[in-house]
């Protein structure tokens, strides 16, 4: 389940990418679907949930996180435009390979704080998004809050995992715009948690 940060004061937006065509893992490829040349990159923090949960308080939270891994929420921003239907968010995030995730997950004992844990992403060694050990300013609910929510919705299972935002940098929002092409290396990484390295095919 990942995340899109709405005006302040609203609650989180969400969206889920299918986990058996989605996900894969570090040295995969990212494939690039046939007619989608706008791919996008949001390096982020994912929490793997260890333990049920469904309608939990806020304080109750972290104790349904097994640990912490990467995830790299590849969008494809050239989409149909939001309409009265709104976005179409299965479009936009739940293409064939597009949650590269990996490649480890740290345990949650060892992250005293998953808030302050830095957040780079490269794209053929150039560095696209860096987070500088704060947690973004442009996620607007912590993880405790994202996985509370998400328990809301619908009962979260074990390995079901929460993605939390990611920073400033996205190919969408350079001027000029910048996107993914074929053979490009991505390089997403956490501190504490290590490096997730896929290329562009």
């Known amino acids: 389940m990942g995340t899109e940060a709405p005006k302040k004061g609203e609650m989180a937006y969400v969206f889920q990418k299918p986990p058996t065509t989605a996900v894969i893992g570090m ?43 990467i995830m790299v929420d590849v969008s494809d921003r050239g989409g149909r435009e939001e309409t009265q239907f709104g976005v179409d968010w299965l479009l936009g995030k739940g293409h064939d390979t597009y949650a590269p995730m990996g490649p480890f997950i740290l345990p949650a004992e060892f992250v005293d704080d998953p808030h302050d844990l830095g957040l780079k ?45 990611s920073p400033a940098g996205v190919g969408a929002g350079r001027n000029p715009q910048v996107f993914l092409k074929r053979g490009d290396v991505v390089v997403a990484s956490i501190e504490k948690i290590g490096s997730l390295t896929n290329t562009v095919k």
């Open 27 to 69: 040295g995969d490829f990212i494939m690039m679907p046939k007619g989608r040349e706008k791919m996008d990159w949001e390096c982020e923090l994912a929490a793997v949930i260890g333990q049920p949960a469904k309608d939990i308080p806020l304080e109750d939270a972290k104790n349904h996180i097994f640990g912490y891994t």
């Open 121 to 165: 992403l490269t794209v053929n060694g150039e560095i696209m998004q860096d987070s500088k050990g704060k947690y973004p300013s442009t996620v607007m609910f912590s993880i405790y809050e994202l996985v509370t929510h998400g328990a809301s919705l619908l009962t979260m299972e074990p390995g079901d995992v929460v993605t939390a935002g």
